[in-house]
């Protein structure tokens, strides 16, 4: 029972375009959304974050929005670029031990 | 100055032995955690850690035993390693939950069990 999903397994954007990626998740309780960012070899790097009392949070080129009452979050990225190819994580938090369930990832390429 | 560092980075071995992997965290962080990324490259946790206490113990075979010298190091032991423990293991630390959510990950231990 996957709680948190991220239905496209790849994207392709041209660079300068935004990249959209997509996560959706079924438990209620979650309150705490993440984005981590993974590059080959090495481990998840924490991107942005949201908290489950806002709709939206921005920092640079990244913004992310939550739409509680459809379960579902995305990820911006505008303008994307080169390196931002990698494969990105949506994660949510449930309880106040810590524990975060991830999705399966998303490949972004981002063509020069 | 790595801030999550794990050895090894790779480790192959038969099955039936026992292995461990060894996390060590320089970040201050109260909370480390074990995830385990199988094949279908879903990021499970396994493991949390606070002050050296275990908090989060998740669905695991008996065979893996966490160790946790101290707050910053969390060990992860396996016994009887069996094929289905072929998987990339990553640690990871954060501060006290209640007050941080950003969980900071090491580089990961690329496990094959032959």
């Not at chain 2, 201050?28 to 606070?50: A, E, V």
Request: aromatic share 12%; glycine share 6%.
């Amino acid at each position: 029972d996957q709680q948190v999903k991220q239905n496209s397994p790849s994207l392709s954007v041209q660079e300068g375009r935004i990249s959209i990626l997509n996560c959706d998740y079924t438990n209620s309780m979650f309150d705490y959304f993440l984005w981590y960012k993974k590059y080959p070899a090495e481990g998840p790097t924490f991107l942005i974050s949201i908290s489950s009392i806002k709709d939206k949070n921005e920092d640079g080129r990244f913004t992310v929005f939550l739409n509680k009452s459809a379960k579902h979050l995305s990820l911006h990225i505008v303008p994307s670029q080169p390196g931002d190819s990698a494969v990105y994580f949506c994660a949510a938090r449930e309880t106040s031990y810590g524990k975060l369930t991830f999705g399966q990832g998303t490949i972004l390429t981002v063509h020069p | 100055d790595t801030a999550v560092s794990q050895t090894p980075k790779y480790l192959v071995t038969q099955m039936g032995n026992d292995k461990s992997i060894k996390c060590e965290q320089n970040l201050g962080h109260d909370t480390m955690y074990w995830y385990k990324q199988d094949s279908k490259k879903f990021l499970k946790i396994m493991f949390s850690y606070n002050n050296k206490e275990l908090i989060i113990n998740e669905t695991v075979p008996n065979r893996f035993s966490p160790k946790s010298p101290d707050k910053a190091h969390l060990n992860l032991h396996i016994n009887s390693l069996e094929l289905g423990d072929s998987a990339v293991y990553f640690c990871a630390s954060s501060q006290e939950p209640r007050f941080g959510y950003e969980q900071y990950f090491g580089p990961g231990t690329r496990l094959t069990v032959t």
